[in-house]
């Protein structure tokens, strides 16, 4: 005769493993950005939108960036118009969200992601608006001590 005790045990095993793996995906559709900006920047919206496109929520400070760049450790020079944390991560400028993404799945021991300046064709900076024109430019990992490489290369159309 089989214990008593044996398949309610088989069903507790069953609901923890499923509510492990409905909390991971609750998880990753929860993810939030805080984001700083300054409150007229077009492209920072537009930067957003494409965030909010992969199912990440926001939570926006329209008080310029500068002080919050500063706050969070990312170098002046790395700086572009908007900057955001997410999952602990400094993201400045216009960083694609694959790269975010990636970063996330990878979780390297870095402080973040930066896109310095405001590259054509880079999101935020693509599209009709801004001529449908595309320069190359780089994502950087950007370390604690302000030390960079390049995370991710992107190839321009002009």
């Given amino acids: 005769m089989k214990h008593p005790i044996a398949k309610p045990r088989k069903w507790s095993v069953l609901i923890i493993v499923l509510s492990m793996v409905f909390s991971g995906m609750a998880a990753a559709s ?3 950005a805080d984001i700083w900006k300054d409150p007229n920047c077009g492209c920072c919206k537009l930067w ?3 965030l909010k496109e992969a199912g990440i ?5 329209e008080t310029g960036n ?3 760049r ?5 170098p002046a020079k790395l700086g572009s118009c908007h900057t955001a944390r997410i ?3 400094v993201i400045e ?3 694609p969200v694959a790269d975010i993404q990636r970063l996330l799945r990878e ?4 402080l973040g992601l930066a896109v310095p300046g405001m590259p054509l064709g880079s999101p935020g900076m693509d599209g009709p608006a801004y001529g449908n024109r595309a320069v190359a430019y780089d994502v950087l990992l950007v370390q604690a001590d302000g030390s960079t490489r390049v995370y991710q290369s992107y190839q321009g159309s002009q």
């Avoid at 929520?57 to 400070?61: A, T």
């Avoid at 979780?107 to 870095?110: D, F, G, V, Y």
């Fill in 93 to 95: 400028g216009h960083v």
């Fill in 70 to 74: 500063a706050r969070l450790g990312m």
């Fill in 30 to 32: 929860e993810l939030v």
């Fill in 57 to 61: 929520n926001l939570r926006v400070s």
């Fill in 87 to 89: 999952n602990g991560y």
């Fill in 66 to 68: 500068a002080a919050a």
């Fill in 48 to 50: 957003m939108e494409h």
């Fill in 107 to 110: 979780k390297p021991k870095a």
